[in-house]
């Protein structure tokens, strides 16, 4: 099969929901028509956190916010299955499940004078439910940390020339946020400009790649790169928003979309033909069943909770008009929906147009193929994303891009995303611990120097600490280990949102259905994830097992107080 069939099928349905379903769940649950609403970015406005925002630059730092690495590399793992299960997912849940969570989120905390998630459980479910909340917030916050910048120095270190850009841009959006903000300047032209400078800079890292690995260890080089990516992370989180995260994230939306733009023009040049099967025989020794890991593995790619932390966390602070939310929250995840549309294509077939090429888990391998790239789970799983620096870089090759600027591109797309991630991430732990501290009248907590400070030793002890693999028995990094919790918990996180927002749009007499049953499909996914997580991690690593069972204890509890409200509110009626 052409893999054009997929890329316009995939295209067509994020464009119905977008256009259709998007605005009923707007008007009928979400009321974003509502006028009365005093924006919190305006009545509370403090230059630093709350900012109104123009939503073409709201939706940009949104959209790559949301848009990290788990995108690309849940479905470039996930491929491991075939194109079907993948391609189905990313678009069920991308449309009814994933875009309804970050969309609800957004307008709800608009509504709630910008307050998170977990504080807005504290007045809809209860004051318990809100201390739960946030421990399970604070715990999955430390793993995400870890992980995206694990990922960032693999990257860094696996491709040098990704090195010199992605820190230069740096310099750039400092310069592209004082044009805008303080000298007034219109957006769009600074911003095209700083982005065909990223890309001389793309060119100058090609010729000039910064490796570590020429003076030291690869390992003792990833390690340094994990250091300064938190020392960085931690001095954008504590920045103005306009400083640095708004015109990045700016620059980082206009890369997104060209580069979207080349990968699906490469597909319809290239048109390379759908190398894996539909579905993968699951009888074959060793294959995974499908559920629960394909939809844990695909994490972000389909819902995640982590967005709705940054919808309540950062953007309903910046929101100029709650009209506004469509486009940003659920138009936000429509985006990365295609960014694993995308994601999910250079897998199953720009993989077939790659000659001779290294895999992480491999080594070299004279002729690339979807065969021998997903020859087992292990290798599927240690390779992550290297399906989509490769075959996406073999799409832009048809474009008469050369192999060595089209690989570096595709990483810089890639760290663009995980390093906005990382400090925004940083940020809303800074908010979370914050709130925490408040909560538990904890007063050095609600320091924001304290509360950056440990939003991230415990995630740079996570990235250092090795343990053994269950699967394997080798030793790796405890944050690798922690994957497929990261995408159960993630997705847990998601569910507990979607309660929520059930709960909190029912006691309006709003119809939640829509919102009602993507949070019970996704909570039987993801405690069942988690429990064979448990069972696996048994016997093996006791110090996982009991992170394990402490969220697995979180979600119960969290529940049992969902149902006792459930209860309160019949009885009141």
Known sequence: MNSIVLVLIGLSVFFLGYRFYAKFIGNRIYGIQDKEITMPSKALEDGVDYVPTKKHILFGHHFTSIAGAAPIIGPCVAAYWGWLPALAWILVGTVFMGAVHDFGALVTSVKEKGRSIADIASTTISKRARLMFLIFVILLVWLVLAVFAM??????????ASVIPINVEIIIAIILGFLIYKKKMDSLVPSLIALGMLYVFVWVGTKAPVDFTTSMAVQDAKNLWI?????????ASLLPVWTLLQPRDYINSHQLFVGLGLLFLGIFVAQP?????????????????????????IACGAISGFHGLVASGTSSKQLERLVDAKQVGYGGMIGEGTLALASTIAAVAGISLVGSSH???????????????????AH???????????????????LGIPEGMANTLM???????????????TRIQRFILNEFGLAINLKPLTNRYIAT?????????????????????????????????FGASNQMLAALTLMVLSLYYWQKKKPVLPILIPMLIVLAITFTALVANALKFYDQN?????????????????????????????RTQ
């Open 542 to 570: 006791t110090v996982l097992f009991g992170l394990t069972i402490i969220l697995i204890g979180l979600i119960i509890w969290m529940v049992f107080e969902g149902v006792i409200k459930v209860l309160e509110i019949r």
């Open 380 to 398: 599927a799983s240690s390779n992550k994303a290297t399906a989509f620096v490769l075959g996406g870089g073999a799409l832009l090759q048809s």
């Open 151 to 160: 990922a960032i120095a693999d990257l860094f270190v696996g491709i040098p």
């Open 227 to 235: 250091v300064l990516l938190f020392i960085y992370s931690a001095i």
């Open 453 to 485: 400070a440990i939003a991230i030793i415990p995630a740079i002890l996570l990235a250092f600490w090795n343990v053994s693999d269950p699967g394997t028995g080798a030793t790796r990094q405890a944050g690798w280990i922690l994957w497929p919790i």
């Open 411 to 425: 990483a810089v797309l890639v760290i663009s995303f995980a390093a906005t991630t990382l400090d925004t991430a």
């Open 359 to 377: 895999l992480p888990a491999v080594g070299q391998v004279a002729d690339l193929n979807w065969a021998v790239y997903y020859d087992s789970w």
């Open 273 to 297: 033909v759908v190398d894996a099967p539909a579905v993968r025989s699951l009888s074959e020794p060793g294959t995974p069943g499908l559920f629960p890991l394909l939809f844990v593995t």
